[in-house]
């Protein structure tokens, strides 16, 4: 009965550094999503992946980031070379497959750090 | 890019009170949620709505989908503590991103 996993729940890293956030979708779903949360705001969509595809990456900064949703394995997003300013709460959800506009179930969140 | 305006920003309610919030938007949208999220945890799906005009209730909740398909609102009825937390309207217009209000802060006064 397990939902949308993400680990780790926080992450601190120094400026420079990379940063992977996992995601693993709930049993049966194809469709991630990821989407990032600042203080006192709502989520902002990044981007949609089915396995071994991205179908839409607008909400994504073209410089630094990246993600992937492998044939086996977790989703994962990729913060190349951070900054202060990608200090959030990056949330994964998922849906089922024919179920792309929703609902989507969020897991709990990584909260990353900047140092 | 599409936006989404949810009112009100805060409230503050006695225990045993209605609440009702909504969210507009200029866009229309094929799809309305509502999630509840609790601090360091994800956002929590309450109701989904998928036709304009629907009315869809889940326990004390009633949420609609508004007849142009700019707007929904969400009824609380008889407050309890445990409704504390914050409410996020989110819309789908066909492109599989969500869109998000920027939330109703609910604070119960017991």
């Known amino acids: 009965n397990a939902g949308v996993m993400q680990n780790p729940r926080h992450l601190v890293r120094r400026r420079g550094q990379e940063a992977r956030l996992r995601c693993s979708p709930m049993?049966?779903?194809?469709?991630v999503y990821w989407y990032r949360q600042l203080p006192e705001e709502g989520l902002k969509f990044m981007v949609y992946?089915?396995?071994?595809?991205?179908?839409?990456e607008s909400g994504m900064p073209k410089e630094r980031f990246s993600a992937e949703f492998p044939k086996e394995g977790p989703s994962i997003l990729r913060i190349q070379q951070v900054v202060r300013g990608d200090s959030a709460a990056y949330f994964c959800?998922?849906?089922?497959?024919?179920?792309?506009?929703?609902?989507?179930?969020f897991g709990d969140g990584t909260r990353l750090s900047i140092l | 890019g599409q936006q989404l305006n949810q009112s009100p920003q805060s409230m503050f309610i006695q225990e045993g009170e209605d609440v009702s919030m909504n969210c507009t938007s200029s866009?229309?949208?094929?799809?309305w949620l509502w999630y509840k999220q609790d601090p360091g945890e994800g956002p929590v799906l309450l109701i989904a709505?998928?036709?304009?005009?629907e009315l869809t209730s889940n326990g004390r909740l009633t949420a609609q989908f508004g007849i142009t398909r700019k707007d929904s609102f969400l009824n609380i009825s008889a407050s309890i503590p445990s409704d504390v937390g914050i409410y996020f309207c989110?819309?789908?217009?066909?492109?599989?991103?969500?869109?998000f209000g920027k939330g109703t802060k609910l604070s119960v006064i017991p």
């Open positions: 959800a998922s849906s089922p497959p024919g179920q792309g506009e929703g609902p989507q179930h």
């Open positions: 709505l998928y036709k304009a005009g």
């Open positions: 049993k049966g779903h194809s469709h």
């Open positions: 989110a819309g789908g217009a066909g492109s599989y991103q969500l869109t």
């Open positions: 992946l089915q396995k071994e595809n991205i179908i839409d």
């Open positions: 866009s229309i949208f094929n799809t």
